[in-house]
């Protein structure tokens, strides 16, 4: 059979990658859905759940056609829905707006990678599910309170250019160290906020994980965020900023784990290339080298976190090989 409409190597391993994170995704939101008993929340949720499900099949029809294995991803195995609550008061929403943040980019990269008409439109349709979740996401959380806004800033009245190096200075042991531009501010706003729900994600895969060292490795990794948090915290309050970027969401006392070692693993794994981007984002944008520094030095902790969330997936065989292209010396040497 001949293909009129193959898929390349890039738009392969991409819908591989899309796969595993919605089938991800979905498992949470199952859950979520179970326990929500605010109807606004379960609506939002479960629209997405329809809509990730509605791609999920688009993108195994494409693997069947294209003659592909379809993916193994996350299945009903991997999710507990009789467990007991393990977040509480807007958590739900809260995870699902990090995630959305995280399928941003990931539709950002996949769509730049892709030239079929069939895959583009999976990511097309995906961006803008995912801007409405967003969207509604952080409004439901600004209304019920939850979200904290950044701080309030007193508006630019004049343009001026940077005239001298000094403007970058931020290791000075005397004087005073010029104030944060807004975009700085904004940056350590957007990773305390992200870090302060990542540590309570984290503290309940902690609580609930069955294996020694995956319950151990998600202590590691609250021991990491709170790291992260009390050095932007320090920066801030260096700077006279007031900022407060907790969520209220809260971690129940539950130990019944609702989700697989393998799905909070892969969860964590996602996480920590999430961050991994940002905070070399924040470097790249944080004129000052004292938080550029400071940035890449965390992203420097997280890789190597990640480095070892990688071998106890493999240790454990949960971490699915991606499809790889041919290997050449294996097959010739194979023909001799």
Known sequence: MILTNPINVSEVGSLWQTYQEKTLIMRFLEYFIEKSNDTQARNLLGGLWQELNFYCNEMEEIFSEQGMAIPVGFTLDDVNLEAPKLYDNGFD???VRILK????GLYTLSMNMTYNKKVMAIYEGLTTVTQKIYKL???????????????????????EFITSEKFREGFKLTGDKRALTDLEVGILHHNLEANNIG?????GFAQCAQNKEVKQYFIK???????????????????????????????????VPPFSDKLMMHCIYILNGFSIVGTGTGAYFSFRNDLAMKSMLIAKDIYFYAQEGIKIKIENGWFEEPPQMENRSEIINGNE
């Open 93 to 95: 929403v809260m995870f």
């Open 101 to 104: 943040e995280v399928s941003m």
């Open 137 to 159: 996401s952080t409004l439901y959380l600004l209304e019920k309170g939850i979200l904290s806004l950044p701080p309030k800033v007193t508006m630019p009245k004049k343009n």
């Open 199 to 203: 540590m309570q994600l984290i503290t």
């Open 221 to 255: 990794g609250m021991d990491l965020a709170k790291k992260q948090i009390k050095i932007m915290e320090e920066l801030l309050l260096e700077a006279d900023v007031q900022l407060s970027a907790t969520s209220g969401a809260t971690v129940t006392s539950s130990t």
